[in-house]
């Protein structure tokens, strides 16, 4: 009978160690790895959707122009005067992104890493935004974000982050190698633009990411960061995503989280328990904190626990009935006003 026990006991303990690292590799791929055929689908669409769109617009009649500006400002009440403002700048914007610079660098690991630079029309213009998209987006997700940075008056660096749209890389990390990328763009920026002052600004896991560079060695041209719905910890999104999309149950989440972190460690050399309110001990440019109050995916205590244990010069703002990325459309006036506040505070204007 102990015989038999035995061998049943070794083939359970089998059984459960295979399903813990097969789990575990699953579903590290499912989120880490970037390069499936259904996400460069999804990209191509996209790419043929907003090149359409860009052609359509700058063809476009002056009726037409107005048309679209009132469907961008929805939330908001033109009047005739500022819709002709509105419609100029949008002119100078489109202008711009027809001649779109292509960017290149290499990453500290041998990746090519695209970037695209919108040069706003202002002369002598040294103010530098660098813009990061979501979790398996591109830089034609935040378009519409550049065109209300442009109107401030920055010139816009929009990024591919490495393993997305056409920078090169199959896996991420989600921040930990990201961040060390954002540190390269924005010293390319001050190495070829000297008198440059320079911000970065990122939504979901492009906050994430920008938080953590601000703690890397930046150039003195580097002024602040804005962040948009970041989220503190990576296995706590993870756990999130597993309990309330996957509908995975709790009591399993914990070893699945453990086994995701192995395969982490040894495709990424990176860990799933990573701490961005840790990593901001280092840094020491003011930080702007964005977050909707109705964020369930990735909710605003995120943002307020950092807010309330970072040191330096911040700001934080709280937008209401706000979802997840949803906070510039609720309320559109006070978010630009807000990053407009805080961006007079810490950059000289020419």
Same mark, same amino acid.
């Given at each position: ?8 006991l070794? &083939?359970?303990?089998t059984?459960l160690? +295979?399903a813990?690292?097969?789990s575990g590799?699953i579903?590290f791929?499912?989120i880490?790895y970037t390069?499936? &055929?259904? $996400?460069q689908?999804?990209f191509?669409?996209?790419l ?10 700058? +063809?476009?009649?002056?009726?037409e ?8 400002n @929805?939330?908001n009440? +033109?009047d005739?005067?500022e819709?002709? @403002? *509105? @419609?100029l700048s +949008?002119?100078d914007?489109?202008?711009?992104y027809?001649n779109?610079e *292509?960017l290149?660098i290499?990453s500290?690991d041998?990746l090519?890493?695209?970037g ?8 002598n213009?040294?103010k530098f935004?660098v813009?990061v998209?979501?979790y398996?987006g591109?830089y034609l997700?935040?378009l519409l974000v550049?065109f209300e940075?442009?109107k ?6 929009l ?9 090169e890389g199959s ?7 990201e961040?060390?990328?954002i540190r ?5 920026i001050?190495?070829r ?9 990122g939504?979901?896991?492009g906050a994430?990411?920008?938080?953590t560079?601000?703690? *890397?060695k930046?150039p $003195?041209n580097?002024?602040?960061c804005?962040?948009d719905?970041p989220?503190?910890?990576?296995n706590e999104?993870l756990?999130?995503?597993g309990?309330y999309?996957?509908k &995975? ?5 914990p070893?699945i ?5 192995i =395969?982490d460690n040894?495709?990424?050399?990176s860990?799933?328990y990573?701490?961005?309110a ?6 020491k440019?003011p930080i702007l904190?964005?977050h909707?109050d109705?964020?369930?995916?990735i ?7 950092m807010?309330n244990?970072?040191?330096?010069d911040k700001?934080?703002?709280?937008v209401k009935d706000a979802?997840h990325c949803e906070s510039?459309?609720?309320?559109k006036?006070?978010?630009y006003?807000? &990053?407009k506040? =805080?961006? $007079? ?5 020419n």
């Amino acid at each position: 009978m102990n015989k038999f026990i035995k061998i049943f006991l070794i &083939i359970i303990s089998t059984i459960l160690s +295979l399903a813990y690292f097969i789990s575990g590799y699953i579903f590290f791929n499912l989120i880490f790895y970037t390069r499936s &055929i259904q $996400d460069q689908e999804i990209f191509q669409r996209n790419l043929v959707h907003h090149t359409h769109l860009m052609n359509n617009i700058s +063809l476009a009649k002056s009726s037409e122009l107005d048309m679209f500006l009132q469907a961008i400002n @929805k939330n908001n009440k +033109l009047d005739k005067h500022e819709l002709i @403002k *509105e @419609k100029l700048s +949008l002119y100078d914007f489109l202008n711009s992104y027809n001649n779109i610079e *292509e960017l290149n660098i290499t990453s500290f690991d041998n990746l090519n890493l695209k970037g695209y630079l919108l040069k706003n029309n202002i002369e002598n213009n040294n103010k530098f935004v660098v813009i990061v998209h979501p979790y398996k987006g591109s830089y034609l997700d935040v378009l519409l974000v550049s065109f209300e940075f442009y109107k401030l008056g920055f010139n816009c660096l929009l990024l591919d982050v490495r393993g997305h749209g056409n920078s090169e890389g199959s896996y991420i990390t989600l921040v930990d190698k990201e961040r060390k990328d954002i540190r390269d763009w924005v010293s390319y920026i001050a190495k070829r633009y000297p008198q440059s002052e320079i911000i970065t600004y990122g939504m979901s896991m492009g906050a994430s990411i920008v938080l953590t560079a601000s703690s *890397e060695k930046m150039p $003195d041209n580097y002024k602040l960061c804005i962040a948009d719905c970041p989220f503190n910890s990576i296995n706590e999104v993870l756990y999130n995503v597993g309990k309330y999309i996957m509908k &995975i149950p709790s009591i399993l989440l914990p070893f699945i989280l453990s086994s995701i972190n192995i =395969f982490d460690n040894i495709i990424n050399g990176s860990s799933i328990y990573f701490s961005v309110a840790n990593t901001l001990e280092k840094s020491k440019v003011p930080i702007l904190f964005i977050h909707g109050d109705k964020d369930y995916f990735i909710p605003s205590f995120n943002s307020e626990y950092m807010y309330n244990n970072y040191k330096k010069d911040k700001d934080i703002l709280i937008v209401k009935d706000a979802g997840h990325c949803e906070s510039c459309f609720k309320d559109k006036k006070n978010y630009y006003n807000k &990053i407009k506040e =805080f961006c $007079d505070k810490y950059i000289k204007y020419n």
